[in-house]
């Protein structure tokens, strides 16, 4: 299993900039849906079901972006927003 792990964490670290940035955004789409939807008139269960699927896809989005940019790719992404606020 940490195998397994290991070759999925390289394959994501080899990937780009760009395309980690693109999956960290899509983490936000699915925290607003998560709980957005809780607005919807449908029963608790069916909020409870949907609630855990995007909340859980939001979380795998957000972990994977972050893999995938690596401590420099942060590090960039942090320092551009840093620079773009202050002017």
Same mark, same amino acid.
């Given at each position: 299993m940490k195998k397994i792990i290991e070759?999925?964490?390289r394959w994501l670290? /080899? %990937?780009?900039f760009r395309t980690g940035v693109i999956v960290l955004a899509?983490?936000?789409?699915?925290y607003i849906i998560s709980f957005a939807q809780m607005l919807l008139p449908?029963?608790?269960a069916a909020k409870t079901v949907l609630?855990?699927?995007?909340? /859980? %896809?939001a979380k795998?989005?957000?972990?994977g972006g972050i893999?995938?940019?690596g401590v420099e790719?942060?590090?960039?992404?942090?320092s551009y927003f840093s620079h773009r606020s202050s002017k």
């Open positions: 070759k999925v964490k670290a /080899g %990937l780009s899509l983490c936000v789409p699915c449908i029963s608790a609630w855990v699927v995007f909340f /859980g %896809l795998t989005f957000q972990y893999t995938i940019l790719g942060y590090r960039r992404l942090r």
